[in-house]
Each structure stands twice: as structure tokens, then as C-alpha cells.
């Protein structure tokens, strides 16, 4: 069942949504070479408990930290350790806040120094295959419209676009129906898009293939091949003006 959200429940996630900007722009600042990826989640989780915010991972089905960070080969859902960042690493960082009971998801990847070319095009590629399907959110579409345009902009490149993981609904709960998946289905096709649901989207590309696995913490997707792999996120909600990005930093 997909929820419609009034203007003051889009308002309330467009608040979530700016402080989570505000916090990835803080977590951006300190991917820095000898920095661990422990050390990121305690900066966000001081950062939520100065404003009285709290994070909808930290518990989420037993995950143990307030942001998920998944430097290289890592996809999604990297669970915080000791490992440290280091220059030329990408280093994607997906955070969640949680305002008056609602929420907002956003992810964003960034390079560590000067990176290759290839990484440059990855990360670019991977953030514009995003806005392609964002462009899609307008009433009278259809929710596939919204993959396609993902897959079709991300296919000439030969990269991986992961099957396994799907942007989402998001509300008053982190995943809420319906699932949008980033490949796999053809255009006009689906439900028709509605004024005021509100959806994640969120493509993974892979520099390699598109084969993932998770790792032995459960968590930790992972490329098959090794290749690094760039992830970007924004919450979104269908207007009568169009989309409307409540994650953008502004
Ligand atoms: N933004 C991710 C998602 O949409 C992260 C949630 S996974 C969590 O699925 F367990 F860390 F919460
Ligand atoms: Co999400």
C-alpha cells in the first residue's frame, strides 16, 4: 500500500530532509586521508544528538550504526569500523534523520583527493543516472518510467547497475511501498505516479560487473569483482509542480 503524504507531512520530511543535507555536508568535510569510517558515524551521531535528532538505521532489523559509509568496493550499507579512509579511496556515505516522526534518506559518494578519471566519470555518472530518474517523478508518469530512465542513461557506459537493492517509499517508516527498482522494467509501465507520494531514489553503479554479495557482518554489500562502486540518494516528493528534492542541500 503506497501512503500519500499531505503538504504539511512533505513539510515535515523537507525539515528531516534539509538537516540530513546539512549533516552529509558535515560527514563530506571529514573524509579526510587516516580517518576511520568508526570515527564518521560518532561525528554524525554527535551531530543528531546536538540538534535532538535521531537516525532511522541506528536498530533498523539489528543494524548497529546511525550511517552506513562503503568506501570502494563497497556498495551499500557498509557498517562503520576501524577501517580508515585513504586518498583515493570513494567513500560513499548514506545517513537517514528523523523530524517529528518523519523521515528522510540521502546518500552521496565522494573521492578522497585526486582519483582517476575513470573514478571521476563513475561518481558522475552514477550522481546524473539519479537526476534522470528524479526528472521522472511527475504525476501522470508511471513508476517505471522512473527505472528506465536510470537504466538507459547508465547503459552506454558499461558499468554495473545493481539488481539487487531498490530505492523505496519513505515516511513515517525508512521503507515504505512501493520498491523502485533501478533496472529491469520497460517504460510506461507500472503504477501512474501520484501528488504527494514521496520515494528514495537510490542507483548503485558499479565500475565492473553488476555481481554483489553480502559480507559476513550481514550487512556489507559488496562488489564480486572487487571494483569500486558509487552510490547517490535523495527523498523525493511528487508535486503538482513537479519533483521536488527535500534532501538538496541548500
Ligand atoms: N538508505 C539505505 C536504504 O534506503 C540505508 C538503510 S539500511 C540501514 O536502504 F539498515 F542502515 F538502515
Ligand atoms: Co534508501
Known sequence: MIISKTNSQIAKMHTAGKYLAELLAVLKENVVPGISTLELNKIAEQWLNRKGLYSPFKGYRGYPASICVS????VVHGIPTKREIQL???????????FDGYVADAATTVAVGEVSEELQQLL????NSLYQGIDKMRE????????????????PYNYGLVREFCGHGVGRKMHEDPQVPNCGHRPNTGPRLRCGW?????????LGTASVHIES???TVVTNDGK???????????????????????
Open 71 to 74: 568506501v570502494n568496493e563497497q
Open 217 to 219: 557482518d550481514g550487512w
Open 198 to 206: 514521496v520515494l528514495a531514489i537510490e542507483p548503485m553503479v558499479n
Open 228 to 250: 569500486p562502486s558509487a552510490h547517490f540518494e535523495h527523498t523525493v516528493a511528487i508535486t503538482a509542480d513537479g519533483p521536488l528534492i527535500l534532501t538538496e542541500f541548500t
Open 140 to 155: 501522470g508518469n508511471r513508476l517505471y518510467d522512473i527505472t528506465h530512465a536510470i537504466q538507459s542513461y547508465v547503459e
Open 124 to 127: 558522475s555518472v552514477a550522481e
Open 88 to 98: 583515493g579511496d570513494v567513500v560513499s556515505i548514506d545517513a537517514g534523520v528523523v
